[in-house]
């Protein structure tokens, strides 16, 4: 990615990084699916923006912390930092990360996005529909409650034009989704290492 971007980071790397992310970029409200109960001066100001921006990146570091970096003893201990580690599966250097952790990291980062998106409309559901039934049976909520988050999801994006509580409905399940892959202890398995002399299958 450096490198398909650099002949335009080193012609103008200010309009490169401004054009490519945006920041400044102001919504229409009115074809806002998650924010239709905001005031519109509101969920069109820096503040929002930011906020929004902050919880994305915090909520990334916790997972990665608890998650994605456990095997490694965490953040800090990934970037050198001396910490004690836990004496378990996920201790460095014991087994390798299973393939299906490395298939739930990808809903679940698209899921964080989504969830501190400043703005969904509705062509946004076929970015993560699939994925939702998947994150769902990878947490512990009872089965009825898996069903009636992916009822409401579908009925949030067939309602039109917006509606200030199916948007606060949105999030509520979208939240709810984020906080039971964070509380799964074994979301991210490690598979055991191989026995010496073991066909590795």
């Known amino acids: 990615q450096v490198g398909l971007g650099m002949p335009f980071v080193v012609h103008r790397w200010q309009s490169y990084l401004g054009r490519a992310f945006e920041l400044g970029r102001v919504f229409l409200i009115k074809w806002s699916v998650n924010y239709a109960f905001l005031p519109e001066d509101v969920f069109q100001s820096s503040s929002l923006a930011a906020f929004l921006m902050v919880l994305h990146l915090s909520l990334l570091i916790l997972f990665t912390h608890k998650h994605w970096s456990a095997r490694f003893g965490g953040i800090l201990s990934?970037?050198?930092?001396?910490?004690?580690?836990?004496?378990?599966?996920?201790?460095?250097?014991?087994g390798r990360v299973a393939p299906s952790s490395a298939i739930t990291a990808l809903p679940t980062c698209n899921i964080i996005g989504l969830a501190c998106a400043r703005s969904i409309h509705y062509q946004f559901y076929a970015w993560y529909f699939h994925g939702l039934s998947y994150l769902l049976w990878k947490t512990a909520?009872?089965?009825?409650?898996?069903?009636?988050?992916?009822?409401?999801?579908?009925?949030?994006?067939?309602?039109?034009?917006?509606?200030?509580?199916?948007?606060?409905?949105?999030?509520?399940?979208?939240?709810?989704?984020?906080?039971a892959l964070y509380s799964k202890e074994d979301l991210f398995l490690v598979a055991a290492a191989p026995v010496r002399g073991e066909k590795d299958n």
């Open 78 to 94: 990934l970037l050198g930092f001396p910490i004690a580690v836990r004496d378990d599966t996920n201790k460095p250097g014991k």
């Open 141 to 179: 909520l009872p089965v009825s409650a898996r069903l009636l988050i992916l009822l409401v999801i579908e009925v949030v994006y067939n309602v039109y034009p917006p509606h200030p509580y199916a948007s606060v409905g949105l999030h509520v399940c979208h939240f709810v989704i984020i906080y």
